[in-house]
């Protein structure tokens, strides 16, 4: 349990205060715009080293997740979204081979993921799922063509479409 605190102490998700427990941070919409910023070039960094280095194996797992979103709509289940989406998240960032790009990704991904989180109450939840289902089905499409700059480009549009989403949404 401790453990778990001190990481999410780390990712800046929780203040643990000596003597009073643990709250949560609240989400400052200055510091997500920033995260974002960020965000979005890590993303296009992430596409173009896919595009290179993705496996057959690595995309076969990618459509796997896709085809098990699918069925995702009729359950409604939040929490089993962005598992799927997690998911969909580890298997592109292990196919980059770098550690600390994947650890900065998780990093800025977990920050914004509590806007995410956010969002749902305020949106169609078969809209989220099938922007899911888009995200992935586009992601495999433009690294099996194994184009670093379009892959790159991609990815950077997936956030920037992500962010104009959420402004709508408030």
Not at 4 to 29: C, H, N, Q, Y
Not at 57 to 86: F, H, P, T, V, Y
């Amino acid at each position: 349990m401790r453990e778990a605190l001190s990481k999410l102490e780390w990712d800046k998700l929780v203040t643990i205060m000596p003597r009073a427990g643990a709250i949560v941070t609240p989400v400052e919409f200055q510091k997500m715009r920033d995260v974002f910023q960020v965000r979005i070039n890590i993303e296009g960094l992430i596409g173009n080293l896919a595009a290179e280095r993705i496996t057959d194996n690595q995309l076969g797992q990618l459509q796997k997740i896709q085809a098990e979103c699918k069925g995702l709509s009729a359950r409604e289940n939040i929490r089993e979204l962005i598992s799927k989406d997690i998911e969909f998240r580890e298997t592109l960032n292990n196919s980059i081979e770098n550690a600390s790009l994947k650890e900065i990704s998780d990093y800025l991904y977990n920050q914004t993921l509590r806007v995410w989180y956010m969002v749902f109450s305020r949106n169609n939840f078969s809209l989220e799922v099938e922007e899911e289902i888009k995200e992935i089905e586009k992601t495999i499409e433009v690294l099996s063509r194994r184009d670093p700059l379009k892959a790159e480009q991609f990815r950077r549009d997936v956030i920037v479409n992500y962010v104009e989403r959420i402004k709508s949404k408030f």
